[in-house]
């Protein structure tokens, strides 16, 4: 079945550590999307990008870095700068990330920080 | 950039409808209008979009305004498994922001049996 894949589903942060959150998808799509979600927030956009090799800051990028070497993947690494990591982290893609294309989520990953 | 307002809660009975007001009084010409729903502890799950017109699909209707200032997502009749949050969302689509979406807080749907 085609999709998009979140790892782990929870994901323990220690200080002063970088994690790097797992987002693959075999739809095809060029699009793919990171966002944060805070207990009982929206969504907030941290990286998109619409093409392998190019990417672009969301809202809340500060503390985070992806990359786009396959079209397929887009992980998200939490660095050690990002103070207040722990969230709902999800994937999202799009086919050509045009605005009348709908989106499809991966399940999340819960990081938390010991 | 372009918000939408929403209400923080609606209550609704099992099988009446439901009526999810959003407000986007911000919104440019090319801005598409997304509604997509989640339920806790998942990834949220597309509804329906649309730009200028009515639309509807076998999940729910997307009533837009003449002046594309507000939209209204419909329900016909809700069910216990319509109990979600419902995020209301405009999708750029220009030269600078292309593929760009922003959620507001949603509105989070009780549906009473």
């Known amino acids: 079945d085609g999709g998009i894949t979140q790892s782990p589903k929870y994901l323990f942060r220690k200080e002063g550590q970088n994690v790097t959150l797992s987002c693959e998808q075999n739809l095809n799509h060029d699009a793919m999307y990171w966002y944060r979600q805070d207990p009982g927030q929206g969504l907030r956009l941290i990286y998109y990008s619409q093409i392998v090799n190019d990417f672009q800051k969301g809202d809340i990028a500060e503390g985070y870095s992806v990359s786009r070497e396959k079209k397929e993947s887009f992980p998200l690494t939490v660095t050690s700068a990002q103070k207040n990591p722990t969230a709902f982290y999800l994937c999202?893609?799009?086919?050509?990330?045009?605005?009348?294309?709908?989106?499809?989520f991966g399940s999340g990953t819960q990081l938390s920080v010991l | 950039d372009a918000k939408t307002t929403q209400p923080n809660s609606m209550e609704s009975n099992e099988e009446e409808p439901v009526h999810l007001p959003c407000n986007h009084s911000t919104i440019s010409g090319t801005d598409y209008i997304h509604w997509y729903r989640q339920l806790p502890s998942q990834g949220p799950e597309y509804v329906i979009h649309g730009l200028t017109s009515n639309v509807n699909n076998r999940m729910a209707s997307l009533a837009i305004a003449e002046d594309r200032k507000s939209s209204t997502l419909i329900l016909h009749r809700a069910t216990l498994r319509d109990a979600a949050v419902y995020y209301c969302i405009l999708h750029f689509y220009g030269s600078s922001n292309t593929g760009k979406l922003i959620f507001g807080q949603g509105t989070t749907l009780q549906v009473k049996p």
């Open positions: 999202a893609s799009s086919i050509r990330g045009q605005g009348e294309e709908k989106l499809f």
